[in-house]
């Protein structure tokens, strides 16, 4: 599997309430997917309102899925053009927080 991490970035328009809603989704449609002890054991993500940034790790198949899963839900309901996301290494996270798991109250 790929160590890599996903890096979103979004615009101000975007209400931050609304990307939390989506995030969650994205791993409760994972959830059903895997499984809840897969979710606990090998989804790591993080978001912050004040600074309007997530990282989801996709070193895991489940990481992947709730970053595609992710990416659809908010390219679907706020447009390509309200947020970017970057593809980069675990090492060089943002020093704004670090990731939780899914079994930590993400």
Request: glycine share 10%; charged share 25%; proline share 3%.
């Amino acid at each position: 599997m790929t160590k890599s991490v996903f890096r979103y970035r979004f615009s101000k328009s975007i209400p931050m309430q609304d990307v939390e809603d989506a995030l969650m989704l994205a791993a409760l449609a994972v959830e059903s997917l895997h499984g809840r002890s897969e979710l606990r054991l090998s989804a790591k993500f993080w978001l912050n309102r004040k600074t309007r940034k997530c990282e989801i790790d996709a070193g895991t198949e489940v990481g992947i899925h709730i970053a595609r899963i992710f990416t659809g839900f908010i390219t679907d309901g706020f447009g390509e053009q309200c947020f970017h996301v970057e593809r980069t290494e675990p090492g060089k996270r943002s020093p704004e927080g670090q990731m939780r798991t899914a079994g930590a109250g993400a």
